[in-house]
Nanobody, 123 residues
Framework: QVQLVESGGGLVQAGGSLRLSCAAS????????MGWFRQAPGKEREFVGT????????YYADSVKGRFTISRDNAKNTVYLQMNSLKPEDTAVYYC????????????????WGQGTQVTVSS
């Protein structure tokens, strides 16, 4: 069992930056690939990016490639999402998730989810 808690969301102006954190419980954090997803009002949850078990590999959605960076610190059981050059269309609730496989973009491939953190980008 893995419990995930996101933090770091908030309100930011377009062009600004935010860093989200996702803290995981349990001793098996490094055995999970971690993903970030987002869901805007009235839309389906969409893939943002994922990072491999050791953090050596990442994979991003085209919509965020070059602007967002995922990293992880297995000693701290934490995964991060650094978001730069934010746009109003990045406004959503952001979720982290843990899964066994990498790289996977489908929500069904992830076993554990956090409760989400709101990111709002004003124009």
């Amino acid at each position: 069992q893995v419990q995930l808690v996101e933090s770091g969301g908030g309100l930011v102006q377009a062009g600004g930056s935010l860093r989200l954190s996702c803290a995981a419980s349990g001793r098996t954090f490094s055995s999970y690939a971690m993903g970030w997803f987002r869901q805007a009002p009235g839309k389906e949850r969409e893939f943002v990016g994922t990072i491999s078990w050791s953090g050596g590999r990442t994979y991003y959605a085209d919509s965020v490639k070059g602007r967002f960076t995922i990293s992880r610190d297995n000693a701290k059981n934490t995964v991060y999402l650094q978001m730069n050059s934010l746009k109003p269309e990045d406004t959503a609730v952001y979720y982290c998730a843990a899964g066994r496989d990498f790289p996977k973009a489908a929500t069904a491939r992830y076993d554990y989810w956090g409760q989400g953190t709101q990111v709002t980008v004003s124009s």
